[in-house]
């Protein structure tokens, strides 16, 4: 198991951008995918973007292409997504998840598979006031 710690999230303005971390925390990381999510209030969790341990691979929802970025600092274990941008529709509860059954750290098709998600941190909570 792993241990998921979000931050970043606030109170910001339409058209500002934001930096979330995912601090991890596990004995080794080597088959390890990282996601991020967003859950508006009452609503599910959806799958925003996703990378690979390595960082070669990464997975982005065609709702956010252009205005997200996933990334990854392997020496400071934390997962990272930059949203640019914010528009009145992205206040959510953003949260971060590992996937600890990759084959490999450069694994792909695992990354859109929300179910294999198996490990979630607390969230960090994003508003946009106009």
Known sequence: QVQLVESGGGVVQAGDSLRLSCAA?????????????????????KLVAAISWSGGST???DSVKGGFTISI?????????QINNLKPEDPAL????A?????????????????????????TQVTVSS
Request: with cysteine; charged share 15%; proline share 5%.
């Open 94 to 97: 953003y949260l971060c998840a």
């Open 25 to 45: 925390s596990a004995r080794t990381f080597s088959n390890y995918g990282f996601g991020w999510f967003c859950q508006a209030p009452g609503g599910e969790r």
């Open 73 to 81: 600092d392997n020496a400071k274990n934390t997962v990272y997504l």
């Open 59 to 61: 997975f982005y929802s």
């Open 99 to 123: 996937d600890s059954g990759s084959p490999s750290s450069d694994y792909a098709p695992r990354l859109q598979e929300i179910a294999l998600f198996e490990s979630w941190g607390q969230g």
